[in-house]
């Protein structure tokens, strides 16, 4: 935040330190002293649960490393060895596995928060937008660790995802040869998947600070999305107040996460994973992990490949225009009525959409994916404008002091 | 959740509300589409895998060592003829959580199997007498050597079988089986006991090709396994019933303890983990609600 550090060093070396790296008034400004809106409720505390997440996936990650062997003729034993014979090795890996799918389900409700919220709205625009790309990042990463244990589902799923690039005219098949390293999806592929796993989600790290950065200069959203008038009645400081909060918050995610991880380690996974990966023989179904199903299904549903390519790189790049496509001056659902049920129809839609990613690709399940996927689009770059436009909202509190003295949306 | 989205409080301005009247009939006809169970599986005819009783199932499942011992003996008999189980190592068979065969047990019943090691000095391979640290010799040497003998049939590999296998459960109680309680995670040894058990003779209209079998619970019926199991083929000394439902039974649950030999610790570990994690939670909770008691939020 703007102006003078709140942190005063005490000790003769801290004094030393800050005049040549002010790095502990730093994490000091950022982190205890930091004002954060009162009013927040719990859907703020997903931005510290991803972080946690994110901790998570790399420690679990680095050790899975030391013992997976990233070659198509060992790679499938190599896991079973971390789970019959690596000390712990059951733990990690199905925590890691498990970790994914939690980590998606975080981002998907801190992203439906900013988009009910209008935390996307300005000044959050750059906020909003590195957000969407550490979501691509991390779709990267979940597609590449996925191929690693490298059975069925991860070889066709690979063949499958990489095989969309050739859709593009002339650049598209030397861009998958280049991607797999050769004609098809073989040890090059999984060794560089294996490499490029591990790498991005340090550059995740790297957006991640910078999305922290962002957050830091524009301040937090809050429940109202009236801006705070007055730091010293409307904000308390991040420690302990919202540290306790996120704490409590990441101790009931990680008892779901435990119970995910220890009792139904396998739910989210497909049994023919548990097949080693055999480029001869086809599965009836391929199907991607749960957290792409809303995506697949829109790729299915056109059937022009390269169209259905780009509309499935669209319905993520469009949420990077929200905050010119939604352009009502009133930030938060909580005062735009029309906006709200809107909201609502689209979030149903997507978990249909995520439904029909999962259902074969014909018939009626094939038609409803089409509709579902014209709504989609139709969200964004017709509602919102329209809405507005049109919509008329309800009048929004004079300040955050102002709501919580109302006692009104706090708990929305 | 239909029925808040149906209710319509904002009537100020007709053109709104032609917009969002379209928009949510298309939604609301979707989503009655959705809701219709009908729409499951069709067009299949294998049977849907008979629920059986496991004792490792749940919470607070573990292995019956009985079973996983019987379970063994069948493995050994008769599937062992066929199907290999490359990821299980005799040493194994004495670790806590299994069949807890004793030491002693497992060195013997290693000594009986012959493995290829070398090159030695003279750089020969040679054969010797298996130990506690070799994994239990394959009955072909490759899968061309398999299906070369089992006329073009390549029977898998058993290791992680019953984890590689499982059903479509259908919406909506798919959702079901990952909460607490209701949790259902023996697809694939439901699916494997009842193919064990689920050879009869085929339907007068199926024609079944030489070579194949009918089977109730197979995708598509056919089958290249002949029938492994019948009444009384292996012999139990525990008193168990000698019969394909009990063989069938014991040996799934031994497939399912190769596949997951650390079931028991998992189980065991998470129920600690859990109930720290609850008791920690709630610690946190009340620390938050002290922190934030003077501050109107």
Not at chain 2, 282 to 295: E, H, M, Q
Request: one cysteine or more; a neutral charge; glycine letters at 8%.
């Amino acid at each position: 935040m703007d102006g003078h550090s709140q942190y005063t060093p005490k000790s003769g070396f801290a004094r030393w330190l800050e005049r040549r790296l002010p790095i502990v008034s730093f994490m000091y400004d950022s982190f205890v002293a930091y004002p954060t809106p009162k009013n927040l409720n719990y859907m703020w505390t997903f931005g510290a649960i991803l972080s946690f997440m994110l901790v998570a996936q790399i420690v679990t990650g680095i050790v899975l490393a030391m013992h997976y062997t990233g070659e198509t003729t060992l790679a499938f034993n190599s896991v079973e060895s971390i789970m019959r014979d690596v000390n712990w090795g059951w733990a990690l890996r199905y925590a890691h596995a498990n970790g994914a799918s939690m980590f998606f389900l975080a981002v998907y409700i801190h992203m439906a928060r900013g988009m009910y919220y209008g935390s996307y709205k300005e000044p959050r625009e750059v906020l909003w937008i590195l957000g969407v790309v550490i979501f691509m990042v991390m779709i990267a990463t979940g597609f590449l660790g996925y191929v690693l244990p490298w059975g069925q589902m991860s070889f066709w799923a690979a063949t499958v995802i990489t095989n969309l690039f050739s859709a593009f005219p002339v650049v598209g098949g030397p861009i998958r040869e280049w991607l797999i390293g050769g004609y098809s999806v073989d040890n090059p592929t999984l060794n560089r998947f294996f490499a490029l796993h591990y790498l991005l989600p340090f550059i995740i790290v790297a957006v991640v600070a910078l999305h922290v950065w962002a957050l830091h200069v524009t301040g937090q959203n809050n429940p109202t999305g009236v801006e705070v008038k007055d730091v010293k009645k409307e904000t308390v400081p991040f420690t302990p107040f919202a540290t306790m909060k996120d704490g409590f918050a990441i101790g009931v995610f990680l008892v779901i996460y435990a119970w995910m991880t220890f009792f139904v380690p396998n739910y989210l996974g497909h049994p023919d994973n548990y097949i080693e990966a055999n480029p001869l023989v086809t599965p009836p179904h391929i199907v991607p992990e749960w957290y792409f199903l809303p995506f697949y299904a829109i790729l299915r549903a056109i059937p022009n490949k390269l169209l259905g390519v780009i509309a499935m790189f669209l319905s993520i790049l469009i949420m990077a225009a929200l905050p010119w496509l939604d352009k009502s001056p009133v930030k938060s659902g909580s005062y735009r009525p029309l906006f709200r049920k809107f909201y609502w129809v689209f979030i149903a839609v997507s978990i249909a959409l995520g439904y029909l990613g999962a259902q074969p690709a014909e018939g009626v399940y094939l038609w409803l994916a089409r509709i579902a996927s014209l709504y989609y689009f139709l969200h964004f770059v017709v509602i919102l404008p329209l809405l507005t436009k049109y919509e008329k909202p309800e009048p929004v509190p004079e300040s955050i002091d102002a709501s919580v003295a109302a006692g009104s949306v706090t708990h929305a | 959740m239909l029925d808040g989205l149906l209710m319509f409080r904002d009537q100020d301005s007709s053109m709104k509300r032609r917009l969002f009247v379209s928009c949510l009939s298309g939604a609301a006809l979707l989503m009655s589409f959705l809701a219709a169970p009908a729409l499951a599986e069709s067009g299949h005819h294998e049977k849907r895998p008979e629920a059986h009783e496991w004792s490792f199932a749940g919470a607070l499942g573990r292995f019956d060592r009985a079973q996983l011992r019987r379970g063994f003996k069948v493995y050994k008999e008769v599937c062992s003829t066929c199907h290999s189980v490359k990821l299980l190592a005799f040493r194994n068979l004495s670790q806590p959580g299994g069949p807890e065969f004793s030491e002693k047990e497992v060195v013997e019943l290693a000594a009986s199997y012959k493995v290829r090691d070398g090159p030695n000095d003279s750089g020969e391979y040679f054969e010797r007498p298996a130990r506690p640290s070799d994994r239990v010799p394959p009955p072909f040497a490759n899968e061309q050597a398999a299906r070369a003998a089992m006329s073009g049939a390549y029977p898998p590999d058993m290791s992680v079988l019953v984890k590689a296998r499982g059903y479509g459960r259908g919406f909506p109680t798919f959702l079901f089986d990952a909460i607490p309680g209701f949790s259902y995670q023996e697809h694939g040894v439901d699916y494997v006991a009842s193919l064990l058990k689920g050879y009869s003779e085929p339907p007068h209209d199926m024609k079944i090709p030489d070579g194949q079998y009918y089977n109730a619970y197979m995708a598509g019926n056919r089958i290249g396994m002949p029938p492994p199991l019948s009444d009384g083929a292996v012999t139990y000394d525990d008193g168990a019933p000698q019969t394909v439902d009990q063989y069938a039974r014991d040996v799934t649950a031994f497939m399912m303890w190769v596949a997951e030999p650390h079931l028991e610790a998992r189980k065991r570990i998470g129920l600690g983990v859990i109930s720290f994690l609850i008791v920690f939670a709630g610690l946190l909770y009340f620390t938050k609600r002290k922190i934030w008691s003077n501050v109107a939020h």
